[in-house]
């Protein structure tokens, strides 16, 4: 989030509104399309009955322009106001959209996650069916499917990849990702964390190109971050990480990997414990800086049982969820109280932090943005931040847990997977007055 000191105008996110935008609908004449948009791989007949994921804020809209395809590399999207034949789906996932019968291009998006379709739309009701309204998890623009591209470094600890798995992104073994290479297509790029030849974790940050492919990385908990001390102060390549989420790059980060986050970007969030937490300073113009503390993120393994989701939007969705939970049969999920795991470190403060001017001159803060709070038992702060997203100079985001996936094998996803979903999702849409 960022706040301007000075007046704004706020606009929703979505395409520009379209010449051939056909608003002014008159009920009495309209056709009415209506659905629920569903998680990659999440929708009925794919998740356990009832434990089905919706996907909250999707944008759907028609069209008789079909919009233009979504860039295979990383780029910047500023918000802008939607199509009037556009709507935002609500927490349970829901839409209904009303236009002039004709023949459209159908638009369901997520951030980089987008089906185009064409439809004929009639006098009257449409119901989608689920075939049509779930976000796909394969990258064919000839077939008007879209999903970011995604590198991921190889974590010891977060198994996100079961995750991405889960959402159809590779293949599983049960619930494990079986498929560590992603061989299955052009949507997931594995890179290891030890050597410094492609497909490593050094190639990737000291190569600007390299980054450049993909919309969004994963830097899940690793206790190989360590190996990476030496590079990870090299202001060559945090200039690299930079630059990256200054041109619309999204980067998720979990607790002991937190130091990638906490070295390029020192100021917008404090890691908890002694000697965890970096200092120093960066211009978001030339992305040079300098280091006067170096952190290293690796915090204490703990559990917690208050966690509280304080965004309204997440508070929404989370307590529509049914689904398992941590040593529990499946049940309808309290946003106010739920129990996470594989907690690694804490976050005691956020920051807001200047980051440019606005045309007026005048000194615009980027603000991060708190989702979930929870008591470690052992730090006697009470509740703090466990999930914040940031965005530094330009048109990228950051996500920082001191969470992880849950470690163990399990069926479906828990209430923590579920926001790190939600939250993913979240980072890949467009960027309010992006400071470029």
């Known amino acids: 989030m960022k706040t301007l000191v000075a007046c704004a105008v706020l606009v929703a996110c979505g395409p520009p509104a379209r010449p051939d935008d056909p608003g002014g609908v008159d009920a009495a004449t309209s056709a009415v399309v209506s659905g629920v948009v569903y998680a990659p791989n999440q929708g009925p007949g794919q998740a356990a009955p009832g434990q089905e994921i919706p996907i909250s804020g999707a944008l759907v809209y028609v069209t008789t322009t079909p919009p233009e395809p979504i860039p295979d590399h990383v780029y910047c999207e500023a918000c802008v106001a939607p199509p009037s034949t556009g709507t935002l789906t609500a927490p349970d996932g829901s839409f209904t959209l009303s236009v002039p019968p004709g023949s459209y291009t159908l638009v369901i998006q997520k951030g980089q996650y987008r089906i185009d379709q064409p439809v004929t739309l009639s006098l009257g009701a449409l119901a989608l069916p689920a075939s049509q309204t779930t976000l796909p998890s394969q990258w064919k623009p000839e077939a008007g499917l879209f999903m970011p591209k995604i590198a991921m470094a190889q974590g010891t600890n977060d198994q ?59 830097f899940p908990c690793s206790t190989e971050m360590f190996d990476l001390d030496a590079l990870l102060k090299n202001q060559t390549v945090l200039a690299n990480v930079r630059r990256y989420v200054n041109e619309g790059g999204k980067l998720y980060v979990t607790d002991w990997s937190g130091e990638l986050a906490d070295r390029a970007f020192p100021k917008q969030i404090q890691l908890g414990g002694a000697g965890h937490d970096s200092d120093g300073t960066y211009n978001p113009t030339t992305f040079t800086g300098t280091l006067t503390k170096v952190g290293d993120a690796d915090g204490d393994y703990y559990d917690l049982y208050d966690g509280k989701v304080v965004d309204p939007d997440l508070h929404a969705w989370l307590g529509l969820q049914f689904g398992p939970i941590q040593d529990d049969a499946p049940r309808l999920y309290d946003p106010d109280q739920f129990k996470v795991t594989d907690l690694f470190n804490f976050i005691p403060k956020t920051n807001a932090v200047a980051i440019g001017t606005d045309m007026d001159g005048m000194p615009v803060y980027d603000t991060p943005r708190v989702w979930v709070t929870g008591t470690d038992p052992d730090n006697g702060m009470g509740a703090l931040p466990i999930a914040v997203t940031y965005q530094p100079t330009g048109c990228g985001k950051v996500l920082y847990t001191p969470f992880q996936t849950a470690n163990d094998e399990h069926a479906g996803l828990y209430p923590q997977e579920r926001v790190l979903l939600y939250l993913i999702m979240e980072i890949q849409t467009c960027s309010d007055s992006p400071i470029l």
């Open 160 to 218: 996100i990849e079961d995750i991405l798995g889960k959402l159809g992104v590779g293949t599983l073994a049960g619930n494990t990702f079986a498929n560590p290479q992603g061989e299955n297509g052009p949507e997931l790029a594995i890179y290891q964390y030890f050597g410094t030849g492609p497909k490593t974790v050094t190639y990737l940050l000291k190569n600007m190109a390299e980054l450049r492919k993909y919309h969004i990385i994963f």
